[in-house]
């Protein structure tokens, strides 16, 4: 089992910046790959970005250049810096860790950019 708790969202103008933190817990030795994904509302869950254990990264291309996605080992924590905020990239944040062979979600943060 995996524990994940995210932080860090809030609201801000357009433009801004904000740092979502994810703390893991429990069997974090199993996690193959770490995720953050967003839902706005009145619509599906989307991928935003992924980091594997080898530091492999890979973002959608409606935030390429704006989010990087990145992890502490010793803080056991993953973390999304995101930059140029826009209101397109309001909705909760979740994150999601892939770990013997199943899905581990997190409760969410509100993001909200105003324009």
């Known amino acids: 089992q995996v524990q994940l708790v995210e932080s860090g969202g809030g609201l801000v103008q357009a433009g801004g910046s904000l740092r979502l933190s994810c703390a893991a817990s429990?069997?974090?030795?199993?996690?193959?790959?770490m995720a953050w994904y967003r839902q706005a509302p009145g619509k599906q869950r989307e991928w935003v970005s992924s980091?594997?254990?080898?530091?492999?990264?890979n973002y959608a291309d409606s935030v390429k250049g704006r989010f990087t996605i990145s992890g502490s080992n010793a803080k056991n924590t993953l973390y999304l810096q995101m930059n140029n905020l826009q209101p397109e990239d309001t909705g909760v944040y979740y994150c999601?860790?892939?770990?013997?062979?199943?899905?581990?979600w997190g409760q969410g943060t509100q993001v909200t950019v105003s324009s």
């Open positions: 999601k860790a892939f770990a013997s062979y199943r899905d581990f």
């Open positions: 429990g069997s974090i030795s199993s996690i193959n790959v």
């Open positions: 980091i594997s254990t080898t530091g492999f990264t």
